[in-house]
C-alpha cells in the first residue's frame, strides 16, 4: 500500500507562486510514475504533470513554462513548483502515484489553490 499526502496549497495573486508537495509513504519501492491532477468546480479532472522514476517529465500546453515537476526519491516526495499564476489555475490539486508491479493508481486527499485577478 501506498499512501500519499499533500501539503502547500493556499491562496495567492495571479502572478504569484507556489511550491506544492506530496510525500508518499508505505511501498514507495513500487512506484513507477507520479503526477499532479487538478479539478476545478463543475470541471473535469485534468493530468498537469508526471514524472517517471528516471527523471522524464510531462507537461499539460496549459502549463508548460510555468510549472515544474520534480522529484526527491531521498525523501520520498514529489513537488509542483507553480509560477506566474492565473486565476484560471484554481484548483483542488491531487496527487497521483502509479505502481506498475501492482497496476495500482494511488491518490493523495487533495490541496485547494486558489488564484485571485
Known amino acids: 500500500q501506498v499512501q500519499l499526502v499533500e501539503s502547500g496549497g493556499g491562496l495567492v495573486q495571479a502572478g504569484g507562486s507556489l511550491r506544492l508537495s506530496c510525500e508518499a509513504s508505505?511501498?514507495?519501492?513500487?512506484?513507477?510514475?507520479m503526477g499532479w491532477y487538478r479539478q476545478a468546480p463543475g470541471k473535469q479532472r485534468e493530468l498537469v504533470a508526471t514524472?517517471?522514476?528516471?527523471?522524464?517529465?510531462n507537461y499539460a500546453d496549459s502549463v508548460k513554462g510555468r510549472f515544474t515537476i520534480s522529484r526527491d526519491n531521498t525523501k520520498n516526495t514529489v513537488y509542483l513548483q507553480m509560477n506566474s499564476l492565473k486565476p484560471e489555475d484554481t484548483a483542488v490539486y491531487y496527487c497521483?502515484?502509479?505502481?506498475?508491479?501492482?497496476?495500482?493508481?494511488?491518490w493523495g486527499q487533495g490541496t485547494q489553490v486558489t488564484v485571485s485577478s
Open positions: 508505505g511501498s514507495v519501492f513500487s512506484i513507477n510514475v
Open positions: 514524472i517517471v522514476s528516471a527523471g522524464t517529465t
Open positions: 497521483n502515484a502509479y505502481s506498475i508491479l501492482y497496476g495500482i493508481n494511488y
